[in-house]
Nanobody, 120 residues
Framework: QVQLVESGGGLVQAGGSLRLSCAAS????????MGWYRQAPGKQREVVAR???????NYADSVKGRFTISRDNTKNTIYLQMNSLRPEDTAVYYC??????????????WGQGTQVTVSS
């Protein structure tokens, strides 16, 4: 059974940093695009950053220059390095992966979410 497990969330002061991790595990045939999304209270979920299997990246305008997404294909893991955090970055952050399992069924998978809270 395929799972995405996130870690690294927490409470930080404005201007601080956090690094989120997301590890995919289970009977995986292949993994394509992976990304980070977030949902703040009262708001819709939005894309934060995405990374292809080849390492190409895209970022939301609100995080460009502050956040960096990276990928370790040997560990089936992605990371989100978050610097210069602001209170408006407060949200539940979710990992997402387009993935084929051992039966070669391709699906969009979501992690359970990890809370990031930035105090002013």
């Amino acid at each position: 059974q395929v799972q995405l497990v996130e870690s690294g969330g927490g409470l930080v002061q404005a201007g601080g940093s956090l690094r989120l991790s997301c590890a995919a595990s289970g009977s995986i045939f292949s993994i394509g695009v992976m990304g980070w999304y977030r949902q703040a209270p009262g708001k819709q979920r939005e894309v934060v950053a995405r990374i292809t299997g080849g390492g190409s990246t895209n970022y939301a305008d609100s995080v460009k220059g502050r956040f960096t997404i990276s990928r370790d294909n040997t560990k089936n893991t992605i990371y989100l390095q978050m610097n210069s955090l602001r209170p408006e970055d407060t949200a539940v952050y979710y990992c997402n992966a387009l993935l084929s399992d051992s039966s070669r069924l391709t699906q969009n998978y979501w992690g359970q979410g990890t809370q990031v809270t930035v105090s002013s």
